[in-house]
């Protein structure tokens, strides 16, 4: 049985203790915060016991105080291996190697998983699910622990990657970071809106700005740890808006077309489901009353038709006690689908 000690009872800590205490291990927290402690171990994330020599150390800390934390792990527990869960790699890496740490029993990891919300409170046990948790071994790295860290993460029923740090923070500049910033700009737009003006927001700018609802305080720390990369892509994202204005203010056509086509396929880039090619599926818009029971009836009914849902989204309607489910669906479902629906009564959206 492993011997683990996670240092950080916040939302990852919390959930790394639910994961890793499910497959058997002995998980230990530590937090500066007793009350962060007692709700994670009230929720079965692990004890708060001493744990003299853990085998595996996992700093789940902000930001800012990632390379202190592991630093000190390293030194009071100088067997363990000692790993991380941050969102950024190369300024911890640089910070120890400034003070001589030993990096050879350092693993270095991000999880990318998350949630709007923080603590240990909203910690779950399957929050690293099928999510991608990276790696990012350097050249002192033990290719034992990094074998070991990487058999703890597949555990959780995550998705191990390699990657270089450096390769790392440009990718989740890119994919991460960068969006948080649009997010939270496009959000901070509705500051002083009128609220008549708010009223008519419906699902597209609900879904541009969902992240925008994240701790200011986290991301402050985060984009900062990166903030070469993070310039890099913000400084290409003004470029553009810079052109579109042009475009805009010129009457330009053509011009604020190709930009909104090279947001097509941008678009098109990202992996579609399990990890592979984007498809193409077809939207089947149904209306469903606002009250217990309507969502597992219309799945119910996709299920008796033996159509698959690939993808589901939900549109609250403005005024009315009552929403519309868009259900994505491969191309030779959809007619099936939609027959079986008005059959059963249900109503359909275009």
Known sequence: ?????????????????????????????????????????????????????????????????IAREVAAALTRFPQATVSDVGSVKSEPIAALAAVAADLSRYVGG?????????GAAAGRGDLFEDRPWILTPVADTDPQ??????????????????????????????????????????????LGASPADVSV?????????????????LWAQILLANAEHVD?????????????RKALVGGDASGVRALLARGVEGRGMLPGKHGGEAADFVTVSVVIEDAPG????????????????????????????????????????????????VTGGWHLRG
């Open 294 to 341: 309507q969502l597992a009836a219309l799945f119910q009914r996709a299920g008796e038709a033996d159509v698959n849902l690939e993808d589901v989204r939900i549109e609250h309607t403005l005024g009315r006690l009552r929403a519309i489910a868009h259900l994505k669906v491969r191309p030779d479902s959809d007619q099936r689908l939609r027959e079986s629906l």
């Open 110 to 118: 991000h999880p990318m998983a998350g949630r709007e919300i923080s």
């Open 1 to 65: 049985m492993t011997d683990i000690l996670i240092r950080g009872a916040g939302l990852l800590g919390t959930s790394l203790g639910l994961a890793l205490s499910q497959t058997g291990a002995r998980t230990f927290l530590e937090d500066r915060d007793p009350g962060a402690v007692a709700t994670a171990v009230g929720m079965g994330a692990g004890t708060d016991a001493d744990c003299p020599a853990p085998e595996v150390v996992f700093v789940a800390v902000p930001p800012d105080q």
């Open 232 to 244: 890099a892509h913000m400084s290409r994202f003004a470029d553009d808006v810079i052109a579109f």
């Open 201 to 217: 927001a419906g699902p597209g700018v609900r879904d541009t700005t969902r992240i925008a609802a994240s701790d200011p305080d």
């Open 145 to 190: 622990r990094l074998a070991q860290v990487s058999g703890l993460a597949q555990s959780t029923h995550a998705v191990v990657r390699l990657m270089d740090p450096d390769e790392h923070d440009r990718a989740v500049a890119l994919c991460s970071h960068a969006p948080q910033v649009v997010a939270s700009l496009l959000a901070a737009q509705l």
